[in-house]
T-cell receptor, first 114, second 111 residues
Framework: GAGVSQSPSNKVTEKGKDVELRCDPI?????LYWYRQRLGQGLEFLIY????????KSGLPSDRFSAERTGESVSTLTIQRTQQEDSAVYLC????????????FGPGTRLTVL | DQQVKQNSPSLSVQEGRISILNCDYT??????FLWYKKYPAEGPTFLIS?????DKNEDGRFTVFLNKSAKHLSLHIVPSQPGDSAVYFC??????????FGAGTTVTVRA
């Protein structure tokens, strides 16, 4: 595809339910990133993939959050037992890898936990 | 603990004039600095970057200045155009993958 795509664009869920967010990076991009943006705040780094491996998971806020990547392509971010404080826009980005390559962002998934 | 701060949440500027956006960071290990632009309902798009070995980088109407001793960077847009109306995020990090982002500055360019 031409750019990074994310689905769904909007997700409303009830507290306690699990959600799965999907990211399709730009074809050929080896590195993939997940960020979270809460209302009025900057982007928070969550996790980084190089290929299918995640060398840095330090940003995941709790063990309810997990992510995987397969085929050096699609990634899913899973949030279990959602809480109201999980409400945010979740952004995915990808790069060719290597140093100092700017990240290309998807449009984000807006998650609302009621 | 916000490591990157954009203290001005909004900026209004007349078309044709200069827009100056400011950003401060706290981590002296940060070596890579970027500005992103975001339109509503879209993801941020890369605008311009600078590494710590430089103090200025220009790309057309956009110039980024870095003052490492003050841990401060700024983005100058001149002349400002209506299409520049967007949210601008400053980002910084020790490398290009673990970036910390500011909360953004909303720029409105008045015709």
């Amino acid at each position: 595809g031409a750019g990074v795509s994310q689905s769904p664009s909007n997700k409303v869920t009830e507290k306690g339910k699990d959600v799965e967010l999907r990211c399709d990076p730009i074809s050929g991009h080896t590195a993939l990133y997940w960020y979270r943006q809460r209302l009025g705040q900057g982007l928070e780094f969550l996790i980084y993939f190089q290929g299918n491996s995640a060398p840095d998971k330090s940003g995941l806020p709790s063990d309810r959050f997990s992510a995987e990547r397969t085929g050096e392509s699609v990634s899913t971010l899973t949030i279990q037992r959602t809480q109201q404080e999980d409400s945010a826009v979740y952004l995915c980005a990808s790069t060719r890898g290597g140093s100092y390559n700017e990240q290309f962002f998807g449009p984000g998934t807006r998650l609302t936990v009621l | 603990d916000q490591q990157v701060k954009q203290n001005s949440p909004s900026l209004s500027v007349q078309e044709g004039r200069i827009s100056i956006l400011n950003c401060d960071y706290t981590n002296s290990m940060f070596d890579y600095f970027l500005w992103y632009k975001k339109y509503p309902a879209e993801g941020p798009t890369f605008l311009i970057s600078i590494s710590s070995i430089k103090d200025k980088n220009e790309d057309g109407r956009f110039t980024v200045f870095l003052n490492k001793s003050a841990k401060h960077l700024s983005l100058h847009i001149v002349p400002s155009q209506p299409g520049d109306s967007a949210v601008y995020f400053c980002a910084a990090g020790p490398n290009d993958y673990k970036l910390s982002f500011g909360a953004g500055t909303t720029v409105t360019v008045r015709a």
